[in-house]
């Protein structure tokens, strides 16, 4: 995290650099809506950036998975900016979707992990995750510091538009305190490890979050499937009471993104609804939730900036379910460090 945001950050004007965007104000201030692309956890991390997007930059934002972008003939608008997302720059799926987008004259940024790959080479500009030479198959960091990267984006695009610098400056200071809070939760390794031992039983699981918390709750469940090969399901909550509520019962475990927003009681009344249905409920959350069996208590940030915190005991659940079950978490089956067809 330190690496991505080291050098981008201009205090005195609450504000960002990001010149390989080749993006100026006046071009940043025509965008009218942002179209995210990605596949995987490059998806799941664009869902949060476009959110961002939408709340600093009041800028109409969506992501939807490359792979199927790249297939439906889509309308290529100009006044879109398009963001191509991908750890390795070589996932084929996001690149035929640039390719596709460039060819009919859209202009698009590559938000990617890997220097001079063949989507950043691709892209008109955009910005370096440096999460490290290092990376595996299974993206973690670089789901992590691809959601700060959409951070600094949504506050470039927001400081041209309406964003305040009170507000500019307020999401600084979240970005600033993030390495030292990851530190926190990483701390807690031993309690997660626990709790994974107690999952590793389990032969399906089910992920919820409402608004932030669901990109959260599906990358979540995408790290169980690749490492664990556990059944998950990722659910908005608020979809919970029209059909879902039906496969509750106790050999069901939810794990629930509770996050001490605006949107805190929804949630707990959704924690309500599973445990009236007998559920064993594990609560990812800023406080102890009264209703969830074991909850996992993560420092607050800035609500805009909480998704990026609360995904991270979730990949630790991930890795010690793989390893309590045997897996060989660097070499998933089926899973390959990109996926150039
Ligand atoms: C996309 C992705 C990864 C996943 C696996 C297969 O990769 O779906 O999220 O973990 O490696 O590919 P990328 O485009 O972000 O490199």
């Known amino acids: 995290v330190d690496r991505v945001l080291r050098g981008r950050i201009d205090d005195r004007f609450s504000t960002v ?4 965007l080749n993006l100026d104000a006046r071009e940043a201030r025509a965008v009218r809506r942002v179209k995210i692309l990605g596949c995987g956890t490059s998806y799941h991390a664009g869902m949060i950036g476009a959110q961002m997007i939408e709340e600093l930059a009041r800028i109409p934002a969506d992501a939807e998975p490359a792979s199927e972008f790249r297939y439906r003939n889509a309308v ?10 991908s750890q390795s720059g070589e996932t084929y799926d996001v690149l035929a979707a640039v390719q596709e987008l460039k060819r009919k004259g859209a202009r698009v940024l590559g938000i990617v992990n890997v220097v001079g790959s063949a989507i950043a080479r691709e892209a008109d500009g955009g910005m370096y995750v440096h999460a490290g030479p290092e990376v595996c198959v299974v993206s973690t960091k670089c789901f992590t510091n691809t959601t700060v990267a959409f951070a600094l984006l949504a506050l470039h695009l927001g400081r041209t538009r309406d964003l305040s610098v009170r507000d500019g400056k307020r999401i600084i200071e979240g970005l600033r305190k993030l390495p030292g809070q990851i530190s926190e939760v990483l701390k807690q390794e031993e309690q997660i490890k626990e709790l994974a031992k107690q999952f ?5 699981m089910l992920f919820i979050g409402r608004v932030r918390g669901y ?12 490492v664990s090969y556990i059944h998950a399901e990722a659910y908005p909550a608020s979809e919970l009471k029209h059909g879902p509520l039906a496969l509750i019962e106790p050999a069901l475990p939810t794990v629930a993104i509770v996050p001490d927003d605006d949107l805190l009681e929804k949630n707990r009344a959704a924690l309500e609804e599973i445990k009236a249905r007998s559920g064993q409920i594990l609560a990812v959350a800023h406080q102890e939730q009264e209703k969830a069996d074991h909850t996992i208590v993560v420092p607050k940030n800035e609500d805009e900036l909480d998704p990026i915190l609360m995904g991270i005991p979730l990949q630790l659940l991930a890795y010690h379910t793989a390893l309590a079950l045997g897996r060989d978490i660097d070499k998933p089956r089926n899973l390959a460090k990109s996926v150039t067809v």
Request: proline share 6%.
């Open 76 to 85: 290529v608008d100009p006044d879109t900016l398009y963001v191509a997302v």
């Open 200 to 204: 590793a039983d389990a032969r399906s």
């Open 17 to 20: 650099h990001l010149g390989g």
């Open 215 to 226: 990109p959260v709750a599906r990358e979540a469940s995408l790290k169980l499937k690749e």
